[in-house]
């Protein structure tokens, strides 16, 4: 069973920085799909990024394209999340996932990690 883990997360100020790791382990499907998720207080989980391992291409939410960047290295079965001009707006719990490809459903989710944007 694949288990996820992130870390990370912590308190930044306003147009700060901060770099999200996931690590996978356990038996995972090859060519499979590593995101990242967030969920702020009172507010559904929306998508933030997702990388596919078939061919690398990715997918930002139009809220932090252009300020997050997504990678991964996954001969480690890692991904990244680089976040720069961090806003209050995204403070939230971001999880990452994996998934069979980008926008599919998600099979498995980390615990999440706090990230706190202060203003």
């Known amino acids: 069973q694949v288990q996820l883990v992130e870390s990370g997360g912590g308190l930044v100020q306003a147009g700060g920085s901060l770099r999200l790791s996931c690590a996978a382990s356990?038996?995972?499907?090859?060519?499979?799909?590593l995101g990242w998720f967030r969920q702020a207080p009172g507010k559904e989980r929306e998508g933030v990024s997702c990388?596919?391992?078939?061919?690398?291409?990715?997918h930002y939410s139009h809220s932090v394209n252009g300020r997050f960047t997504i990678s991964s290295d996954y001969a480690k079965k890692t991904v990244y999340l680089q976040m720069n001009s961090l806003k209050p707006e995204d403070t939230a719990v971001y999880y990452c996932?994996?998934?069979?490809?980008?926008?599919?459903?998600?099979?498995?989710w980390g615990q999440g990690t706090q990230v706190t944007v202060s203003s």
């Open positions: 996932a994996s998934e069979r490809e980008c926008l599919a459903p998600v099979d498995m």
């Open positions: 356990g038996r995972t499907a090859s060519g499979y799909a």
């Open positions: 990388i596919n391992g078939v061919d690398g291409s990715t």
